[in-house]
């Protein structure tokens, strides 16, 4: 008989024979053991004193297997006598603040003179560190019913274009932790719309919402990876504020986070994609649809021996959220500055911020019908959406007596013309009559600031006389305004007499005497 390792069971039938009063031959003969094999056992279990009515324990059983089995333990090598010595630097090397690979340990150890084969090292830190390549895993228990979702990505394949263009497709996986049952969303990008655009498409399908979804540190959904304190994409935590549900991200580089969906990413290509030749994105959405519901969804799942949409239907349905009934408007934040025109620039429109305002940095929340601006999270203006290229502007927001300047308005400057005098009013609305008022708009905002410098009752007059001989020249009522000013500045003390200038071309009298020019009489 050839040699092996009896297992416990093995010893156990050994010595229940023995106490039967069985021989080694007779064990031999039976194809129990050998022979000699029998004698070493039934030895060691006479040195324990084993007789019929000992009882045969588990304890009883190793012990006397240990007896025969047991090896003389063998003197260090060189080698791990030599590891033993560096035992200390090996083990901060590898479970420091910053662990080093076991190669990188090997190569350390050589520059240092410590030579010994790789494969010695690994037996060493295995066994006198409890080091491994990799570490153990513990299984988690399933969540309670409708409590969470593990969500992922995968590349399932290429669709073609209208054109002849071909694109990545990609899923969607939502997995429910407890029943298995699974949604799969065939998309295009994996931009916040898309995610949440396939995540109201999984909650129709399943009826209902998780309390809590797990998803790995994709970008439409987590900005900053942390296991403790994980950023969320602000869009997607409105989302899910909006249908109720709390975000979980599994941490960097651990899969056995979400280990209910990561492993059926390969199962989803290969049973649901490969093989299909559908062209338009809709035609896979129905058939991704169809395979969750009565293919996947109907098999007998290979961990809980159970059908998913059996167990959904029957025991986890009842505990999940409300499903939606309206599709969700995925916002986009910006962070605008506002410019010294008073306005912001969000989705290339420009909307108007209140001047106190001027030179901060906002933050603005953009959706289909509106755009919110805030201000270290003070809501300081809301406007509604206008087309690129547009403005949305509030007069209100200009500081006071700019709003009517910066807005064009020909009736506010009007009403300021008018309320310095009929004529002035007269003046400056048929100044500005025409198809294009605005070319004249400068004029006129010149005749309001000449009313403050020369006084309102001087202008209405002097425009008068300018409506009456039909001649609509600010500049020369500037000047004609000016002239009368200076006189009277001269002609202010009383009793003053003024030298009136002479004519342009006044001649001395002695130019116009008459006088003879000779005997002759000839003038």
């Known amino acids: 008989m050839s040699f092996r390792e009896l297992?416990?069971?093995?010893?156990?039938?050994?010595?229940?024979?023995?106490?039967?009063?069985?021989?080694?031959?007779?064990?031999?003969?039976?194809?129990?053991?050998?022979?000699?094999?029998?004698?070493?056992?039934?030895?060691?279990?006479?040195?324990?004193?084993?007789?019929?009515?000992?009882?045969?324990?588990?304890?009883?059983?190793?012990?006397?297997?240990?007896?025969?089995?047991?090896?003389?333990?063998?003197?260090?090598?060189d080698a791990w006598a030599l590891l033993a010595a560096n035992r200390v630097r090996i083990e901060a090397w590898l479970r420091g603040d910053r662990p080093l690979r076991l190669v990188r340990v090997h190569e350390l150890l050589a520059r240092d003179g410590v030579d010994v084969g790789y494969t010695t090292l690994r037996r060493f830190v295995h066994k006198e560190l409890g080091w491994h390549e990799r570490q153990a895993t513990v299984r988690v228990d399933d969540p309670p019913l409708g409590e969470e979702a593990q969500i992922d990505f995968g590349h399932v394949g290429w669709i073609s274009s209208a054109d002849g263009a071909r694109r990545k497709l990609w899923a969607l996986v939502v997995t429910l932790t407890v029943s298995r049952y699974m949604f799969v969303w065939p998309l295009l990008t994996q931009t916040t719309v898309a995610l949440c655009e396939g995540l109201d498409a999984a909650w129709r399908f399943f009826e209902g919402v998780?309390?809590?979804?797990?998803?790995?540190?994709?970008t439409s959904a987590v900005v900053r990876p942390d296991a403790r304190d994980p950023g969320i994409q602000r869009s997607f935590l409105e989302y899910a504020q909006a249908r109720g549900f709390f975000v979980d991200p599994a941490r960097v580089r651990h899969p056995q986070d979400k280990p209910r969906v990561e492993n059926q990413i390969a199962y989803v290509r290969e049973r649901c994609f490969d093989g299909e030749t559908f062209t338009a994105l809709a035609d896979w959405r129905t058939h991704a649809e169809k395979w969750c519901r009565d293919i996947a969804g109907a098999r007998v799942h290979g961990t809980t021996r159970q059908v998913p949409r059996d167990v959904y239907e029957t025991t986890e349905k009842a505990h999940m959220l409300a499903p939606p009934t309206s599709s969700f408007d995925v916002p986009t934040w910006t962070s605008p500055k506002v410019h010294p025109d008073h306005h912001v620039q969000v989705a290339k429109a420009l909307y108007s911020v209140p001047a106190a305002y001027l030179g901060e940095t906002l933050e603005a929340r953009l959706d289909r019908t509106s755009v919110r601006l805030y201000c270290r999270g003070e809501l300081v203006k809301s406007h509604g959406r206008v087309a690129p290229g547009k403005r949305s502007t509030d007069p209100n927001d200009y500081a006071p007596g700019k709003a009517g300047y910066a807005t064009r308005s020909i009736d506010k400057l009007l009403a300021d013309a008018r309320s310095r005098g009929e004529r002035v009013g007269n003046f400056a609305a048929k100044l500005l009559e025409g198809p294009l008022p605005?070319?004249?708009?400068?004029?006129?905002?010149?005749?309001?600031?000449i009313c403050d410098r020369y006084g309102d009752a001087r202008i209405d007059s002097l425009c008068g006389r300018a409506l009456a001989f039909d001649v609509?020249?600010?500049t020369r009522i500037e000047r004609m305004a000016k002239s009368a000013a200076r006189?009277?500045?001269?002609?202010?003390v009383e009793g003053r007499v003024i030298a009136l200038p002479l004519g342009r071309f006044a001649r001395d009298a002695s130019a116009f005497v008459t006088r003879n020019r000779g005997e002759g009489g000839a003038r």
């Open 438 to 449: 605005w070319t004249k708009m400068r004029q006129a905002y010149a005749l309001v600031r």
């Open 472 to 474: 609509l020249d600010v």
């Open 7 to 77: 297992t416990m069971i093995d010893v156990r039938e050994v010595l229940r024979r023995l106490q039967a009063g069985q021989s080694a031959r007779q064990l031999a003969r039976d194809g129990v053991v050998d022979r000699k094999t029998a004698a070493r056992y039934f030895e060691a279990a006479r040195a324990l004193a084993v007789d019929a009515q000992t009882e045969l324990s588990d304890a009883l059983v190793r012990g006397v297997a240990q007896r025969v089995q047991a090896r003389p333990e063998l003197a260090p090598s």
């Open 210 to 218: 998780p309390k809590r979804i797990v998803p790995d540190n994709m």
């Open 487 to 492: 006189v009277e500045n001269e002609g202010a």
